[in-house]
């Protein structure tokens, strides 16, 4: 197996080196501790990284659940800190390397926009920010916060979003992108899913690999 070269593994490292930038900036206590323990755990990514196991059993490796687990543990630290843009980015790595024992457990993958998590929900209000951007809040069972410049998400409807890196618009924070595909249902997309709109998923392609460049 290519683990050297896989996407999720990529993503992962990408989550060190950003952890490393967002986690200083979150207002939290124990910052400091945090940032160390991450730090420490930098190498084992390159454990995994040269292991060329099968993702399978990747994915149960002690080293991989050795981060999933530790990554859980800063996650649940900072639940207290103020939900600003940094909040957000580290929330958003620390949650890629809690779950990438479930992404690696996806087996071996094609394409980048199969090494993140995409969530079906309902759209249950709409703000309009600017003239061309809106304020989508989607129930996917848990609350996320979408911004796009498409008139077309509107209250009521269902929509598939990609779990992509937040952004943020002003004083809004986007926590992923609307993929134009929908799903009547609300949860987690699984790997079959994911497949069935590849055509819609070009975008959230490109976005990752330039992720993987900056």
């Known amino acids: 197996m290519d683990t050297a070269n896989d996407i999720r593994i990529r993503l992962a490292e990408?989550?060190?080196?950003?952890?490393?930038?967002?986690?200083?900036?979150?207002?939290?206590?124990?910052?400091?501790?945090?940032?160390?323990?991450?730090?420490?755990?930098?190498?084992?990514?390159?454990?995994?990284?040269?292991?060329?196991?099968?993702?399978?059993?990747?994915?149960?490796?002690?080293?991989?659940?050795?981060?999933?687990?530790?990554?859980?543990?800063?996650?649940?630290?900072i639940t207290s800190a103020e939900r600003d843009f940094?909040?957000?980015?580290?929330?958003?790595?620390?949650?890629?390397?809690?779950?990438?024992?479930?992404?690696?457990?996806?087996?071996?993958i094609q394409k980048a926009y199969e090494a993140i998590r995409y969530f079906s929900g309902e759209i249950i209000s709409v703000t309009q920010l600017s003239e061309n951007l809106w304020l989508c809040n989607v129930d996917c069972g848990f609350k996320m916060d979408i911004v796009t410049?498409?008139?077309?998400?509107?209250?009521?409807?269902?929509?598939?979003?990609?779990?992509?890196?937040?952004?943020?618009?002003?004083?809004?924070?986007?926590?992923?992108?609307?993929?134009?595909?929908?799903?009547?249902r609300k949860g987690e997309l699984d790997h079959h899913d994911i497949l069935s709109i590849k055509d819609r998923l070009g975008e959230v392609e490109a976005i990752i690999l330039s992720i993987l460049q900056s």
């Open 14 to 77: 990408k989550a060190f080196s950003e952890l490393e930038k967002s986690l200083n900036n979150v207002r939290v206590q124990r910052r400091k501790e945090l940032v160390k323990k991450i730090q420490e755990l930098k190498s084992d990514v390159q454990i995994i990284k040269y292991s060329y196991m099968p993702f399978e059993e990747l994915a149960e490796y002690e080293t991989t659940v050795k981060i999933s687990r530790s990554a859980g543990e800063i996650l649940e630290a």
């Open 86 to 108: 940094h909040y957000f980015t580290s929330r958003y790595w620390l949650e890629y390397l809690v779950f990438l024992p479930s992404l690696l457990k996806r087996g071996e």
């Open 149 to 184: 410049n498409s008139e077309v998400f509107r209250s009521g409807r269902y929509a598939v979003v990609s779990h992509l890196p937040p952004r943020q618009f002003g004083n809004v924070v986007s926590e992923g992108m609307f993929v134009d595909a929908a799903l009547d």
